[in-house]
């Protein structure tokens, strides 16, 4: 086929394989030692040095385009198109003459903001990721398939001189916003091609398209009602986005347009499966079957995955297309979005298990980002520690924050969205004192509001966070609903609260510069220059 000349990126003489199936890619990964089966037939590989992203090695090319736009910083590291230009034509070189495997795919469920991925990929079980993540093309697409974006994906390829080309080491993630193209090299971790592409669309959607881009979940109701769930690590997006009475959208990467579409930018699912059980995560659980990839998890010795052993990583994950799961919306779209929910687990035991939000608190609390990390969780790490990731998603973000957040107020009000804040966490107390709220209470929740029972309730402000707390919910326990009843010793809870509202408010002063006064006022209510120790 015409479109198939991959001389035209610099790849010479390669014996490059196109579009294999997964069952194909599988055996060829088998044939060449790169990964082993499961007993029911389910691909393991391991991913080597990295097995997650590698955030400080992600670069955007610094040109006319982006110079203006980007959020320069920490999360988004400059390089110069003159680099880039190297790392392509060292990358390239390194490909050439090599057996390789090529995707021709697309992201973006909604056919107006459909974009076609080209993957060229050194690992055939690289290549069967990208069937499971990205949509996959008709067969008559793939005649005339003509990308919009090319990534060269090369885990072998380390750069030869990093520092000579404005790199920290020889791994690394770039992408080029004028050429189209993410560069992906000496790491084997699939999720930097799934995030290189989220990234992207990050950029280009909100930039081009007037499209919001959402680190989210969604699911869709009989009645036509779209939910959108936020949230980060260990929050319950997955689990509580999966419900059999509502058919699910996608579950981690969603637009939402200028005429209230809610459409998935994906094909499938990439979930953590560390403690993995069929009674806790049944959806997941059921997903691993071939056709599927799992990523450094540990065998025990009657060759069953261990899902307890973390000994290669905490950050054991599968990926599986979505079809893999019973209760799909398809194609991967829907309208009326209605209740947004930001889960966070509170570590500290002080946020209301749920409560309303105006505009600016949405908008407030979609900037910070909010979840706790607890003890356990990562070295060193005793005693709960708050954790702002701006947006829900801040290191895919390119643009500042406050851009995102201002869409996302906008679009709420004039949709007349209900957005909801959800403590998946701590209650009594903080963790090793309190207990994890109940998943059967939040369930309850969420299904309250997705019910529209909790439409004409009272509620109360939470009088340090500002929040609106329902005063009743259908079968939750009433004392659960403001937290302060949950604690024994009332002033250590008022204690603690100011103590995460200042954490709150340090955080949020990256942002102020940018943020409306809208905004500003949707923060916690006490005065952000509080000394701790006038309360304590």
């Known amino acids: 086929m015409k479109t198939r000349d991959l001389t035209k990126y610099g790849i010479q003489d390669a014996n490059a394989h196109w579009n294999l199936s997964p069952e194909k890619l599988q055996a060829i990964t088998i044939e060449k030692?790169?990964?082993?089966?499961?007993?029911?037939?389910?691909?393991?590989?391991?991913?080597?040095?990295?097995?997650?992203?590698?955030?400080?090695?992600?670069?955007?090319?610094?040109?006319?385009?982006?110079?203006?736009?980007?959020?320069?910083?920490?999360?988004?590291?400059?390089?110069?198109?003159?680099?880039?230009?190297?790392?392509?034509?060292?990358?390239?070189?390194?490909?050439?003459?090599?057996?390789i495997y090529v995707r021709d795919a697309y992201v973006c469920a909604d056919p107006d903001y459909k974009t076609n991925v080209r993957t060229v990929t050194e690992y055939p079980w690289s290549n069967m990721f990208t069937f499971n993540m990205f949509l996959r093309s008709e067969a008559s697409e793939l005649e005339n398939f003509k990308e919009d974006w090319l990534v060269l994906c090369a885990p072998g390829y380390?750069?030869?001189?990093?520092?000579?080309?404005?790199l920290r080491q020889g791994n690394f993630s770039v992408l080029n916003f004028s050429k189209k193209i993410a560069l992906i090299g000496g790491s084997a971790y699939t999720g930097e091609i799934k995030k290189g592409i989220f990234s992207s669309l990050n950029f280009i959607l909100p930039v081009e398209k007037e499209v919001l881009p959402m680190h989210c979940s969604a699911n869709v109701g009989e009645k036509g009602d779209t939910a959108i769930f936020f949230g980060l690590s260990g929050t319950g997006k997955t689990t509580l986005s999966a419900d059999p009475k509502r058919k699910l959208i996608g579950d981690d990467e969603h637009g939402w347009?200028?005429?209230?579409?809610?459409?998935?930018?994906?094909?499938?699912?990439?979930?953590?499966?560390?403690?993995?059980?069929e009674e806790k995560e049944p959806d997941i659980f059921n997903a691993i079957k071939p056709g599927a990839i799992l990523e450094n998890v540990v065998f025990k010795e009657n060759g069953e995955v261990d899902y307890m052993d973390s000994s290669i990583t905490q950050n054991t994950r599968v990926s599986y297309p979505i079809y893999h799961i019973n209760n799909i919306k398809e194609p991967s779209y829907a309208k009326n979005p209605t209740n947004i929910f930001f889960l966070t687990a509170d570590a500290f035991g002080v946020l209301p298990p749920v409560s309303k939000l105006t505009p600016g608190q949405a908008a407030y609390h979609f900037i910070s980002g909010y979840t706790a990390k607890v003890a356990g969780t990562e070295a060193g790490i005793t005693e709960p520690v708050p954790s702002?990731?701006?947006?829900?998603?801040?290191?895919?973000?390119?643009?500042?924050?406050?851009?995102?957040?201002?869409?996302?107020?906008?679009?709420?009000?004039?949709?007349?969205?209900?957005?909801?804040?959800?403590?998946?966490?701590?209650?009594?107390?903080?963790?090793?004192?309190?207990?994890?709220?109940?998943?059967?209470?939040?369930?309850?929740?969420?299904?309250?509001?997705?019910?529209?029972?909790?439409?004409?309730?009272?509620?109360?402000?939470?009088?340090?966070?500002?929040?609106?707390?329902?005063?009743?919910?259908?079968?939750?326990?009433?004392?659960?609903?403001?937290?302060?009843?949950t604690w024994?010793?009332?002033?250590?809870?008022?204690?603690?609260?100011?103590?995460?509202?200042?954490?709150?408010?340090?955080?949020?002063?990256?942002?102020?510069?940018?943020?409306?006064?809208?905004?500003?006022?949707?923060?916690?209510?006490?005065?952000?220059?509080h000394k701790l120790t006038d309360h304590v």
């Open 158 to 166: 380390e750069a030869k001189d990093p520092k000579a080309v404005g």
């Open 488 to 529: 024994e010793n009332k002033g250590a809870y008022i204690s603690k609260s100011i103590q995460l509202a200042h954490s709150f408010h340090l955080n949020f002063e990256k942002f102020a510069s940018e943020a409306s006064e809208q905004i500003i006022e949707g923060g916690p209510l006490i005065d952000e220059h």
């Open 33 to 99: 030692g790169m990964g082993k089966e499961t007993l029911n037939g389910t691909l393991a590989v391991n991913t080597g040095k990295y097995t997650g992203r590698s955030p400080q090695d992600r670069f955007i090319v610094k040109d006319a385009y982006t110079k203006d736009l980007v959020w320069w910083g920490k999360t988004n590291k400059a390089i110069t198109p003159e680099n880039f230009d190297v790392l392509q034509a060292e990358i390239t070189k390194y490909l050439s003459g090599k057996e």
């Open 388 to 485: 702002f990731s701006a947006c829900f998603g801040e290191p895919f973000m390119p643009l500042h924050p406050t851009v995102y957040a201002e869409m996302l107020s906008k679009k709420m009000q004039d949709a007349g969205v209900n957005v909801w804040l959800i403590n998946t966490g701590w209650s009594g107390g903080p963790y090793g004192i309190g207990s994890r709220i109940k998943l059967k209470y939040t369930r309850a929740m969420i299904t309250s509001i997705l019910d529209g029972a909790l439409n004409d309730v009272a509620y109360e402000q939470h009088p340090i966070f500002g929040l609106f707390m329902p005063k009743t919910c259908p079968n939750v326990p009433e004392e659960l609903l403001d937290p302060i009843n």
């Open 257 to 277: 347009t200028a005429d209230n579409n809610i459409f998935n930018f994906e094909g499938g699912c990439y979930a953590k499966v560390i403690d993995l059980s």
